[in-house]
């Protein structure tokens, strides 16, 4: 018989292999717990950009990309994916329809690449400047006028960025901007100029009231006097575009467009010109006011240019040869001195009765005795290259422009400085021009100046020739002088001497300048003409020229007039 010790130990161990069940009574566990399901759910995933359905009528990129697709790419967070963006761009500006595409986008396509140049990246920067150029080449300056704002925001703000790589990419842009729209530079050059100063300034806290100093702005690849090169040079560029356009104006508005035409009963020749601009900005409808930011610039800019050359020349302390500089120097002084004269241009053009005088009033104050003491007192400058001689030139225009009187000595150094090479032509025309108004010239003074303008007018052959002319024209009726003589007796020789390939703008050059002479009475130009008059005429009937039944009777006109003077002098010698 089992014993109940044993019992209780079988008992026990089939208590270990069992486990309890803790169901509720009443409550059972369902059948068919081990039996794998089959069943499955599916749900549609639609994806609208992905759409091969889409239809492009645009150009498209390699990627199958339009305009809109890859301009979205430009906002996105990831560098590969503004980079894939910027590359489809340049893919699109470069097809053969990208002048149609960009005229009917460049809203869309300036806000989306412009703020990409103030990308953390350089790569990005560099890229997106460089499609810059593609963009505004075939836009027109009507088309790009409403965007103004928008550049000159993005620029302004990459030009005073903390960050000093994004300030020289901004200059990067900046010449962008001068070469393809300058338009936009000659309508906001006043909210640019401080911004690109910035660069160079450092606000002096004091009350000194000699306005800002230089900053040392010092990086791994320049010094701050390279530096400051760079940003003066870009000044330099922004003030002489606009400059020349305001020239321009001044010479279209000043001066009407001649024509000649041929007689014939009830021809009808307007007084008026009735032709209108092709388009008008809104900016013109509204009144500016420009002499008062002119005369806030020149108080920024003036103590920058100051201090830049005199840090520059720190190490010359020999006197003796202070007007001797090394071509680095000769370039920095070029640079310095057609800021200075293009600003005080502005300024004195922009400015009517007093305000002109109160802008004379403040260089003359502030910065005249700066200017002789640093720049005037050593001309003219001497370098192996050949900037110092324009430089010399910009520095006796400004010296002209500054000054009701100067000394003998000045003026001396002035007119040396006319006759001299390598001096743009532009420039010495505007040389000669406030020479010859002076009446403290002496007679060999003012035939240096007129064999300056000769040169100028046998070397040239574009507008600079024509003002060239009239300055000598107008010379010979006030002050028929030795140098000036021989420039008329030669007008004749010049006629007869007519090559075939003679333009006709030429050759009406001088028929104008001998026909305005020969009504003054020139003795010396009717007496040369009427010995040389039938070699005039055959040269000019062989010229084989358009107009040569008008220049004929031009020259009739010529001779009618010298054979007046001429009878006149027999009178009188009689």
Same mark, same amino acid.
């Given at each position: 018989?089992?014993?109940k010790?044993?019992?209780?130990?079988d008992?026990a161990?089939t208590?270990l292999?069992?486990?309890?069940t803790?169901t509720?009574p009443g409550k059972?566990?369902?059948k068919?717990?081990?039996?794998?399901?089959?069943?499955?759910?599916v749900?549609?995933i639609v994806i609208?950009?992905?759409s091969s359905?889409?239809?492009?009528?645009?150009?498209?990129?390699k990627?199958?990309?339009?305009l809109?697709?890859?301009l979205?790419?430009?906002?996105h967070?990831?560098?590969?994916?503004?980079t894939?963006?910027?590359?489809?761009?340049?893919?699109?500006?470069t097809s053969?329809c990208?002048?149609?595409?960009i005229n009917a986008?460049l809203a869309f396509?300036?806000?989306?690449?412009?703020?990409?140049?103030?990308d953390?990246?350089?790569k990005l920067?560099?890229?997106?400047?460089?499609l810059l150029p593609?963009?505004l080449s075939?836009v027109?300056?009507?088309?790009?006028?409403?965007l103004?704002s928008?550049?000159?925001?993005h620029?302004?703000?990459?030009l005073?960025?903390?960050d000093?790589?994004?300030?020289?990419?901004g200059?990067?842009m900046?010449?962008?901007?001068?070469?393809?729209?300058?338009?936009f530079?000659?309508s906001?050059?006043?909210?640019?100029l401080?911004?690109c100063?910035d660069?160079?300034?450092?606000?002096k806290?004091?009350?000194?009231?000699?306005?800002p100093?230089?900053?040392?702005?010092?990086?791994e690849s320049?010094?701050?006097l390279?530096?400051?090169v %760079? $940003?003066?040079t870009?000044?330099?560029r922004?003030?002489?575009?606009v400059v020349? =356009?305001?020239?321009? @104006?001044? #010479?279209? *508005?000043?001066?009407q467009a001649?024509?000649s035409v041929v007689?014939s009963?009830?021809?009808?020749?307007p007084?008026?010109?009735?032709t209108?601009?092709?388009w008008?900005?809104?900016s013109?409808?509204?009144?500016?006011?420009?002499s008062s930011?002119?005369q806030t610039?020149?108080k %920024? $800019?003036?103590p920058?240019l100051?201090e830049?050359w005199?840090e520059?020349?720190? =190490?010359?302390t020999? @006197?003796? #040869?202070g *007007?001797?500089?090394?071509?680095?120097m000769g370039?920095?002084?070029?640079c310095?001195?057609?800021?200075?004269?293009?600003l005080v241009?502005?300024?004195l053009?922009n400015?009517e009765?007093g305000?002109r005088?109160?802008v004379?009033?403040l260089?003359?104050?502030?910065?005249l005795?700066?200017?002789?003491?640093?720049?005037l007192?050593?001309?003219?400058?001497t370098?192996q290259?050949?900037?110092?001689?324009q430089?010399?030139?910009?520095l006796?225009c400004?010296?002209?422009?500054v000054r009701?009187?100067?000394?003998?000595h000045?003026l001396?150094?002035?007119?040396?400085?006319?006759?001299?090479k390598?001096?743009?032509?532009?420039?010495?025309?505007?040389l000669?021009?406030?020479l010859l108004?002076?009446?403290e010239?002496?007679?060999?003074?003012r035939?240096?100046?007129?064999?300056?303008?000769?040169?100028?007018?046998?070397?040239?052959?574009?507008?600079?020739?024509?003002?060239a002319?009239?300055?000598?024209?107008e010379q010979a009726?006030?002050?028929?002088?030795?140098?000036?003589?021989?420039?008329?007796?030669?007008?004749?020789?010049q006629?007869?001497?007519l090559?075939e390939g003679e333009k006709r703008?030429?050759?009406?050059?001088?028929?104008?300048?001998?026909?305005?002479?020969?009504?003054?009475?020139n003795?010396?130009?009717?007496?040369?003409f009427?010995?040389?008059w039938?070699?005039?005429?055959g040269?000019v009937?062989s010229?084989d020229?358009?107009?040569?039944?008008l220049m004929?009777?031009?020259l009739?006109f010529?001779k009618?007039?010298?054979?007046?003077?001429?009878?006149?002098?027999?009178m009188f010698?009689?």
């Amino acid at each position: 018989m089992v014993s109940k010790k044993e019992k209780k130990k079988d008992k026990a161990k089939t208590h270990l292999k069992k486990q309890k069940t803790r169901t509720a009574p009443g409550k059972h566990l369902p059948k068919g717990t081990n039996v794998t399901k089959t069943e499955f759910r599916v749900a549609k995933i639609v994806i609208p950009s992905q759409s091969s359905n889409i239809s492009r009528s645009g150009p498209i990129t390699k990627k199958k990309l339009g305009l809109k697709e890859v301009l979205g790419k430009l906002s996105h967070f990831s560098l590969t994916v503004r980079t894939d963006g910027l590359e489809g761009l340049k893919e699109l500006l470069t097809s053969a329809c990208s002048a149609s595409l960009i005229n009917a986008n460049l809203a869309f396509i300036l806000s989306s690449l412009v703020p990409v140049t103030q990308d953390k990246e350089r790569k990005l920067r560099r890229l997106a400047i460089s499609l810059l150029p593609l963009v505004l080449s075939p836009v027109s300056p009507s088309l790009l006028s409403p965007l103004h704002s928008l550049l000159a925001a993005h620029l302004c703000c990459s030009l005073t960025h903390i960050d000093p790589r994004i300030q020289q990419d901004g200059l990067t842009m900046l010449d962008t901007l001068l070469d393809k729209a300058p338009s936009f530079i000659r309508s906001h050059y006043t909210t640019l100029l401080p911004n690109c100063l910035d660069q160079i300034s450092a606000k002096k806290s004091g009350g000194s009231g000699k306005g800002p100093s230089v900053a040392a702005n010092i990086t791994e690849s320049m010094t701050a006097l390279q530096w400051r090169v %760079l $940003v003066l040079t870009r000044v330099d560029r922004m003030l002489d575009t606009v400059v020349q =356009d305001k020239e321009e @104006t001044g #010479k279209l *508005s000043s001066t009407q467009a001649s024509k000649s035409v041929v007689f014939s009963p009830g021809l009808f020749c307007p007084l008026a010109s009735t032709t209108s601009p092709s388009w008008l900005p809104v900016s013109s409808l509204s009144i500016q006011v420009t002499s008062s930011n002119m005369q806030t610039n020149i108080k %920024l $800019v003036m103590p920058l240019l100051m201090e830049t050359w005199v840090e520059a020349r720190a =190490d010359d302390t020999n @006197t003796r #040869k202070g *007007s001797t500089l090394t071509s680095e120097m000769g370039d920095l002084l070029l640079c310095l001195a057609g800021v200075m004269d293009r600003l005080v241009r502005l300024a004195l053009d922009n400015s009517e009765g007093g305000n002109r005088d109160s802008v004379l009033l403040l260089i003359k104050q502030k910065f005249l005795v700066d200017i002789d003491q640093h720049f005037l007192s050593f001309l003219p400058y001497t370098s192996q290259g050949k900037s110092c001689d324009q430089a010399n030139a910009i520095l006796c225009c400004l010296s002209l422009a500054v000054r009701e009187v100067v000394d003998d000595h000045m003026l001396e150094v002035v007119v040396r400085v006319t006759a001299s090479k390598n001096i743009a032509p532009g420039t010495r025309l505007r040389l000669a021009k406030q020479l010859l108004c002076r009446d403290e010239l002496t007679v060999e003074q003012r035939d240096m100046v007129v064999l300056a303008l000769v040169k100028v007018v046998e070397m040239d052959a574009g507008k600079e020739k024509i003002a060239a002319v009239n300055l000598l024209r107008e010379q010979a009726m006030r002050w028929p002088q030795a140098g000036v003589t021989r420039w008329v007796e030669n007008l004749p020789i010049q006629l007869v001497n007519l090559e075939e390939g003679e333009k006709r703008v030429q050759v009406e050059l001088l028929l104008d300048t001998c026909l305005e002479l020969a009504r003054s009475c020139n003795k010396i130009l009717a007496r040369t003409f009427l010995v040389r008059w039938s070699e005039i005429l055959g040269s000019v009937a062989s010229s084989d020229l358009e107009t040569e039944g008008l220049m004929i009777q031009k020259l009739n006109f010529i001779k009618h007039h010298c054979d007046v003077t001429d009878s006149q002098q027999e009178m009188f010698l009689a």
